[in-house]
């Protein structure tokens, strides 16, 4: 199924106890199905669909919110006659995995961040579903957090592209935050509790360490990694100092028994120096990425006349989607780098679905942390992610997520290794073809004059194509696709 049928279903507001699925007479869940769909959770989605959609009067578009401008009724009838695929059965697929020798349940944990800087909050997490959090840093700064601090990039639909943040770390006091600890591990005790910490020298970050230990904290993950700090050395200062890595990553695995995970900074041009550090200094595994430095908010319509209040130019952490492939370059450097082969990987960056996390977890992450997806989509996101990850195992005949773990980064390949010989032409699909001409637009003007159009119809000329596939990127109706048929280059005459 291609996206172009998706797209019937980016109207739906993905509502919060949704009227839709409130008023369905055979108790079918459509929000939750479409949510699945969108998700990218396709067949786990559709396979939940009944055929009592064809003879239903449709109470559920009577009763969405959208007034009858989203067409429930034939989206299910349509994503139901997807149900020839084959089925897979997936309940024997275990997603368990470990963190530095302790077992999870699934590999999803709640980044540290704002989805997870309270006891409500990571209860409802982890009754949902995740396999555990990791408790928004705390610190014995003062911290004080600014009004607004967050922005958005959106597609049309609304979603974020990006999501850009200011905010800092965790604003309660260290009494209220271990207390949360021992409430958490008392109550979740297959839980798995990683808490985040940060200290500005070895003594804060030695006691941090141990009072952390002693509330019941499974595991530490160390903030080398915040660029939103306002006192110098600390977060990503640090995190680009390969020295005081080690220097603070040594300090905390002398102080405590339990394992240690240094978060490591993207704003480097590599992680090896700083990682290899981290494992010098004796820590278990290595997290990464946070967010990247960028600004946050550029408002020139407002922010020449100086008249709106919030018209500063600031630099935040960046993140969400597009930072996936920037947070996967990372990934696959730090498992294929020799010297820190046995350290655990927990990986963040841009996990939104089950293809995401396994992307991650094919280039080497043993566990996964996310944040953004959350703060848009809440915490049900689990579902579909759990779910989706497991058929995608069972497809591919995996009864274990280990089995997925590594095993593409023998495929990342250098650009200096990349074979240049061949062409490998776009392919036109003329049965889906609408003759927009998009295709010739981009490569008039930003390929190699290789299509020509006439009477609304694209031509490819093979002479002057160089297999480029910048038609393939912009059709907005993917009609045209890579042939597969590699071509051997003509020498320059």
Not at 141 to 167: L, Q, T, W, Y
Not at 261 to 281: C, D, F, H, Q, Y
Request: some cysteine; proline content about 4%; charged content about 25%.
């Amino acid at each position: 199924m291609n996206h172009v049928f998706t797209k019937e279903l980016l109207p739906c507001l993905l509502c919060y106890d949704a009227p839709c699925s409130q008023h369905c007479k055979e108790g079918m869940d459509p929000a939750k199905i479409i949510r699945s769909i969108r998700l990218e959770n396709r067949i786990g989605g559709m396979e939940k669909i009944r055929d009592c959609c064809f003879s239903c009067d449709a109470p559920c578009e009577k009763h969405c919110v959208l007034h009858r401008k989203l067409p429930i009724k034939h989206i299910m009838e349509n994503f139901y006659d997807y149900k020839t695929m084959r089925k897979f059965t997936y309940d024997k697929v275990d997603l368990s995995t470990e963190i530095c020798g302790i077992k999870i349940e699934n590999p999803f944990l709640l980044s540290s961040s704002v989805v997870s800087s309270s006891y409500d909050m990571c209860k409802r997490a982890l009754q949902a579903g995740w396999a555990g959090v990791c408790f928004k840093t705390i610190c014995m700064m003062d911290i004080h957090e600014a009004s607004p601090r967050f922005s958005a990039v959106k597609s049309i639909d609304g979603a974020f592209v990006a999501f850009r943040n200011i905010e800092q770390l965790s604003d309660h006091s260290l009494t209220e935050n271990f207390a949360i600890f021992h409430r958490l591990k008392e109550e979740f005790p297959t839980k798995f509790l990683l808490v985040s910490i940060m200290g500005r020298d070895e003594e804060e970050w030695r006691y941090l360490a141990k009072e952390a230990e002693k509330s019941g904290a499974d595991a530490l993950e160390l903030n080398f990694s915040c660029p939103n700090m306002t006192e110098e050395f600390t977060g990503s200062d640090v995190g680009q100092i390969p020295e005081l890595v080690e220097r603070y990553t040594r300090v905390v695995k002398e102080s405590v028994s339990i394992p240690v995970i240094s978060k490591l900074t993207p704003n480097v041009m590599t992680m090896s120096p700083a990682a290899e550090a981290a494992k010098r200094g004796g820590a278990d595994g290595i997290a990464a990425i946070n967010t990247i430095k960028s600004i946050t908010d550029l408002n020139v319509i407002h922010s020449l006349d100086g008249e709106v209040a919030d018209s500063n130019i600031l630099v935040g952490g960046l993140s969400g989607p597009s930072v996936k492939p920037i947070a996967l370059r990372f990934i696959s450097e730090l498992s294929q780098n020799e010297n820190l082969k046995g350290i655990h990987i927990s990986a963040m960056g841009g996990i939104y679905t089950w293809i995401d996390a396994a992307s991650f977890i094919a280039l080497g992450a043993g566990s996964l942390q996310v944040t953004t997806a959350v703060m848009e989509y809440g915490y049900r996101i689990i579902d579909d992610l759990v779910e989706g990850l497991q058929l995608y195992l069972a497809f591919h005949k995996l009864s274990s997520v280990k089995e997925l773990q590594g095993a593409l980064l023998n495929r990342v390949t250098p650009v200096t290794e990349i074979e240049r010989d061949y062409v490998i032409y776009p392919k036109f699909i003329r049965e889906k073809c609408v003759g927009c001409g998009r295709c010739y637009i981009s490569c008039q003007d930003g390929g190699h004059q290789a299509i020509k159009f006439e009477n609304r119809v694209p031509t490819l000329d093979p002479k002057k194509c160089v297999g480029c596939h910048l038609c393939i990127m912009v059709c907005p109706n993917e009609s045209v696709v890579s042939s597969e048929i590699k071509v051997k280059k003509q020498p320059i005459q």
